[in-house]
């Protein structure tokens, strides 16, 4: 099956620091989405970005389908924006079935 | 309120016996999907359905199973096969293959 590697595994910064976090995948694939899990086990969508560049507020992201690896950007960050980050990929087979498959995560915390 | 209502937040599971866990999602979705989280860890599939009356195994299916009678629910149950349950299980749905998926709150599942 597909294997997603995230990294770093976990992240310290300062309030108002920008981070860049990496997730690397293995093949090719139809989908991509990054979420925030919240402390309380919430996962809240933050892009569904399976090529191209998009941008939400602070956060923004870009995947490079043919490199196989997407790049989730936090600008500014604030202590709310803590928690787990994913990535998760999705490849459709010839059934049009379909498994999204998670990466192990980046804890990141934002200390104020 | 649209979304996905997972029930209930917490369980607890005796030795062999079976429990049964709740999703309901009023999207309209066709695809629902069951994830199981263990600490420190990202997700794993455990079953999911693209269509009503119809369901597939995801990676870690052993003990458990699922139905799909309806198209806005899609149980799990824990069986007593399942010799390590305690983790934090997700539900999932989307429009179909390749779209986003949308979670649930989730239920923290342990063992008495």
């Known amino acids: 099956g597909i294997q997603v590697e995230q990294s770093p595994p976990d992240l310290i910064l300062q309030e108002g620091a920008n981070s860049t976090l990496r997730c690397n995948f293995s093949d090719s694939v139809n989908n991509l989405q990054w979420f925030h899990q919240n402390p309380w086990g919430q996962l809240i969508n933050l892009f569904y970005?399976?090529?191209g560049t998009k941008q939400n507020g602070r956060l923004s992201a870009t995947t490079v389908a043919t490199e196989r690896y997407s790049l989730l950007y936090i600008s500014s960050s604030q202590t709310t924006d803590s928690g787990v980050y994913f990535c998760a990929v999705e490849k459709v087979d010839t059934g049009a079935n379909s498994k999204l498959t998670f990466g192990k995560g980046i804890t990141l915390s934002v200390r104020p | 309120d649209g979304g996905i209502t997972q029930s209930p937040k917490y369980l607890f599971r005796k030795e062999g016996q079976n429990v049964t866990l709740s999703c309901e999602q009023n999207l309209n979705h066709d695809a629902m999907y069951w994830y199981r989280q263990d600490p420190g860890q990202g997700l794993r599939l455990i079953y999911y359905?693209?269509?009503?009356?119809?369901?597939q195994k995801g990676d870690i299916a052993e003990g458990y199973s699922v139905s799909r009678e309806k198209k806005e629910s899609f149980p799990l149950t824990v069986t007593s096969a399942q010799k390590n349950p305690t983790a934090f299980y997700l539900c999932?749905?989307?429009?179909?293959?390749?779209?986003?998926?949308?979670f649930g709150a989730g239920t923290r599942l342990s063992v008495l």
């Open positions: 359905s693209q269509i009503v009356n119809d369901f």
């Open positions: 999932a749905s989307s429009r179909g293959p390749g779209n986003i998926q949308y």
């Open positions: 970005i399976p090529s």
